[in-house]
């Protein structure tokens, strides 16, 4: 199978602080990550498209310096909140695939709970 | 750019009954892939079945098919012989094919949530 472990899978922090969720390829190696947002009862919005060893490439109207996204190896991407305020929180979900254009698999996502 | 849209936002059905959830889509690529994705409860996206857009052959995969009608632009779901686990949002996306050289993002509809009556 294609195995994407997310973690943490739930978190609660105060407002201000920082906060890192991984993304993990357990069983393949992933060139490119992708972080999704998604509101509650709402659809999934592409937040950015990580690929290993460059810069993301952020989606109009997300803020680059506020979600830092850095994907250092080929079975590793991490999203980074920045100075965290209630409005970021939300379900954070990555998905990773191979090779270009092969099928998204997607982690368990990361519920974001700020205070 | 392009757009998906489910006019549904619930559907019900009975045990062992057939659904069809619908979703069209607006785009001016001729190569493109269509997915439907299952979301439970526990929040995981679950690629239900996937449709290549040069393919005329409706995809199926056990009790779920698809009614791709290309001209149209819609692509609908229906699952047979419903069962209590398939409750869960069920989401339609688009996706650019390689081809095109577009991006690899995932467009997502709305959503329809599908609840399974025992």
């Known amino acids: 199978g294609a195995v994407v472990s997310q973690h943490p899978s739930w978190v609660i922090c105060k407002s201000g602080t920082s906060v890192k969720i991984e993304c993990r390829s357990l069983?393949?190696?992933?060139?490119?990550m992708f972080w999704y947002r998604q509101f509650p009862k709402q659809s999934l919005m592409l937040m950015a498209t990580?690929?290993?060893?460059?810069?993301?490439?952020?989606e109009q109207g997300v803020e680059k310096d506020k979600f830092l996204i850095n994907h250092a190896s080929l079975t590793l991407s991490t999203l980074t909140v920045t100075s965290a305020h209630p409005e970021d929180s939300s379900f954070y979900i990555c998905?990773?695939?191979?090779?270009?254009?092969?099928?998204?698999?997607f982690g368990d996502g990361t519920r974001l709970s700020i205070l | 750019a392009q757009t998906v849209t489910q006019s549904q936002p619930e559907m019900s059905v009975q045990e062992a009954e057939t659904v069809t959830l619908s979703c069209t889509y607006d785009?001016?690529?001729?190569?493109?892939?269509l997915f439907w994705y299952k979301q439970p409860p526990s929040r995981q996206m679950i690629l239900v079945i996937r449709?290549?857009?040069?393919?005329?052959q409706n995809a199926t995969e056990n009790r779920f098919s698809v009614n791709f009608q290309k001209a149209a632009k819609s692509f609908s779901l229906k699952i047979s012989d419903s069962q209590l686990g398939d409750a869960a949002m069920y989401f339609c996306?688009?996706?650019?094919?390689?081809?095109?050289?577009?991006?690899?993002?995932?467009?997502f509809g709305k959503g329809t949530k599908l609840t399974v009556n025992p």
């Open positions: 990580s690929n290993e060893g460059s810069k993301a490439t952020y």
């Open positions: 069983d393949f190696q992933a060139t490119t």
């Open positions: 785009t001016s690529e001729s190569d493109y892939y």
């Open positions: 449709q290549e857009a040069y393919k005329q």
């Open positions: 996306a688009y996706r650019s094919a390689a081809s095109q050289g577009g991006s690899e993002k995932l467009v």
């Open positions: 998905s990773a695939r191979r090779t270009f254009g092969q099928p998204q698999h």
